[in-house]
T-cell receptor, first 115, second 114 residues
Framework: AQKVTQAQTEISVVEKEDVTLDCVYETRDTTYYLFWYKQPPSGELVFLIR??????QNEISGRYSWNFQKSTSSFNFTITASQVVDSAVYFC????????????FGPGTRLSVLP | DVKVTQSSRYLVKRTGEKVFLECVQDMDHENMFWYRQDPGLGLRLIYFSYDVKMKEKGDIPEGYSVSREKKERFSLILESASTNQTSMYLC?????????????FGPGTRLTVL
């Protein structure tokens, strides 16, 4: 079975603080993909990043960075110098090559960045 | 840019009514998906379709049906709405059946069943 856990239900930070959102996954697939999506108050999920199971390089995109560690089955997301516009619900998702078309989503972490 | 649109942002229906949620994508994607989103549960897959007139059950298909008569349009049908179907419904599409494909989401329909 596949599963994604986001242990942090809600996080509040003050603007300009750094914040890390945790994601732990379970899968028996050899080949799989991990995703992060952002859901702002408008409701539409916005794709942020995709990472495949063979690529453990960390990735940085502006103030966003992702740390993928297969040894701990984690794919954590860090926002540096957070801004109010970062306030949203963030979802981590998993898709494995033996699991058909299904994405498995975590429950989401609600991030509130206070001015 | 990929555009996925949903017919309504907010919908209020009564128990027992038949409800249609419409989704349209403009990028000629093969796959389309319907999810429901509930607090603390994340997104759960209801149905998906990988081709016109083809459909597959997801994790929670009970009480729902779908229709895909045209490639760009995927409809979710609640045959007899119940209060436990009050939720946010999200439609998504992806280009192919490849496992690496990203899903692109619409803005969602918040359905309330009274």
């Amino acid at each position: 079975a596949q599963k994604v856990t986001q242990a942090q239900t809600e996080i509040s930070v003050v603007e300009k603080e750094d914040v890390t959102l945790d994601c732990v996954y379970e899968t028996r697939d050899t080949t799989y993909y991990l995703f992060w999506y952002k859901q702002p108050p408008s409701g539409e999920l916005v794709f942020l990043i995709r990472r495949n199971s063979f690529d453990e390089q960390n990735e940085i995109s502006g103030r966003y960075s992702w740390n993928f560690q297969k040894s701990t089955s984690s794919f954590n997301f860090t926002i540096t110098a957070s801004q109010v516009v970062d306030s949203a619900v963030y979802f981590c998702a998993l898709r494995g090559d033996n699991y058909g078309q299904n994405f498995v989503f975590g429950p989401g972490t609600r991030l509130s960045v206070l001015p | 840019d990929v555009k996925v649109t949903q017919s309504s942002r907010y919908l209020v229906k009564r128990t027992g009514e038949k409800v249609f949620l419409e989704c349209v994508q403009d990028m000629d994607h093969e796959n389309m998906f319907w999810y429901r989103q509930d607090p603390g549960l994340g997104l759960r897959l209801i149905y998906f379709s990988y081709d016109v007139k083809m459909k597959e059950k997801g994790d929670i298909p009970e009480g729902y049906s779908v229709s895909r008569e045209k490639k760009e349009r995927f409809s979710l049908i609640l045959e007899s709405a119940s209060t436990n179907q009050t939720s946010m419904y999200l439609c998504a599409s992806s280009p192919t059946t490849g496992v690496a494909d990203t899903q692109y989401f619409g803005p969602g329909t918040r359905l309330t069943v009274l």
